[in-house]
């Protein structure tokens, strides 16, 4: 591994942005009191005021590298922007990326994912909230000299109006689109009305992503799941059934060259899940339903973000090695930053060298159509 990662870029799957006031202004401006905006408090500094009854601090998106429960990490949560430099200067977020060995990162959102669940006249809102964000995230990302690769978020209750975002995403620079994790109730994936979107995104390159605490319903969370921490234990199972969803509802038979993206779910449940759906599928009349197996469209049209997950490696034979892309989550609470390349070394102690550049920088390359970029040397931490 160590000759890997010394000829090999290590690039993020998965890392964020942290929203900065001027997304908001042109939103509050045209709608009013109802639009989201930051506010500034004595208490915990800059919060996002959804206009929906909840405020988020964004604090709380700045604590990667803090142990959880402590004076730091609490008083991380409360300064706003002026908990870490590099939530408002890209020279300082490149600095981290150095300091960490990171060559590049592909960007998510951080408070963007509250906005999917907006319907009716909420919906417009949240759909000129986007567009705002993206705007801002493709002039950040062509700010960071080549290593920042933004991925646009897209609404799904207008798909005429989601195409043309889409669209219109591409000629900006976005390298995919961020969809809400589990579909409106009112409309699931494998409708065939989501074909114009699946269509485009297929014609443009653009692979779909589902991040984790990104969803469409407000009620996608049985209440016994809020006991005992299993919302967070078994969050993968949201994208589990988007995933069933699309294969099963038809969606990759009829778009076989899309991709699709499962980020931040971690990655050793899915050799299980294959598994028992290929086991559905041959037991019983499924099999008729779709060409190949389940897994075949596992391995063809989808791949899933890790951080620190050893099972699902150990498993890569069964979840297929071209499907699986680390990621650092900088700069949240679960990333592995600044111990990114350590932690790599770890979990991938027993993969070939083929095995873990494919992890660490191939995949995650062909996917989002990156250009090709050279390893960033660091002191591994300890």
Request: charged residues 25%; glycine residues 8%.
């Amino acid at each position: 591994m160590t000759d890997t990662l010394a000829t090999a870029p290590l690039i993020s799957a998965d890392s964020h942005i942290v929203e900065v006031p001027e997304i908001f202004a042109p939103v509050a401006k045209r709608f009013g009191k109802p639009a989201p905006r930051m506010v500034e408090t004595a208490e915990r500094g800059w919060q996002l005021d959804t206009g929906l009854g909840r405020t988020i601090p964004v604090g709380v998106f700045a604590t990667a590298g803090m142990e959880p429960q402590t004076p730091q990490h609490d008083q991380t949560e409360r300064a706003g922007y002026e908990a870490r430099d590099s939530l408002t200067s890209i020279t300082a977020r490149l600095r981290d990326m150095d300091a960490d060995g990171v060559a590049a990162e592909v960007l998510f959102p951080s408070a963007m994912g509250g906005f999917y669940a907006m319907q009716g006249p909420d919906a417009e809102i949240a759909a000129a909230t986007f567009v705002s964000y993206n705007d801002w995230l493709a002039d950040y990302a062509r700010e960071s000299r080549g290593r920042m690769f933004p991925l646009a978020c897209i609404q799904v209750h207008d798909i005429p109006g989601a195409v043309a975002e889409a669209r219109r995403a591409k000629q900006l620079g976005h390298v995919g689109i961020v969809l809400p994790c589990g579909s409106p109730d009112e409309r699931l994936y494998l409708d065939p009305e989501y074909d114009a979107l699946w269509a485009t995104a297929q014609e443009l390159h653009l692979p779909v992503t589902f991040h984790s605490g990104i969803g469409a319903s407000h009620n996608s969370t049985p209440e016994a799941f809020r006991r005992h921490g299993l919302g967070y234990t078994l969050i993968h199972l949201g994208v589990a059934v988007t995933i069933s969803d699309l294969i099963m509802g038809g969606v990759c038979d009829r778009f076989p060259n899309i991709t699709f993206v499962a980020a931040e779910f971690e990655t050793g449940w899915i050799a299980h899940f294959l598994k028992r759906m290929d086991w559905r599928q041959f037991r019983r009349e499924d099999r008729t339903k779709i060409k190949l197996r389940f897994s075949d469209y596992w391995r063809r049209n989808f791949v899933a973000t890790f951080e620190d997950d050893e099972l699902g490696i150990r498993t890569r034979d069964i979840i297929g090695v071209e499907t699986l892309m680390w990621a650092s989550d900088y700069p949240h609470g679960d990333s592995v930053w600044p111990n990114s390349r350590a932690t790599v070394e770890r979990i991938m102690a027993d993969c070939s060298v083929e095995e873990s550049a494919r992890m660490t920088s191939r995949t995650v390359s062909r996917v989002f159509g990156l250009p090709e970029l050279a390893p960033v040397p660091t002191t591994v931490h300890a």
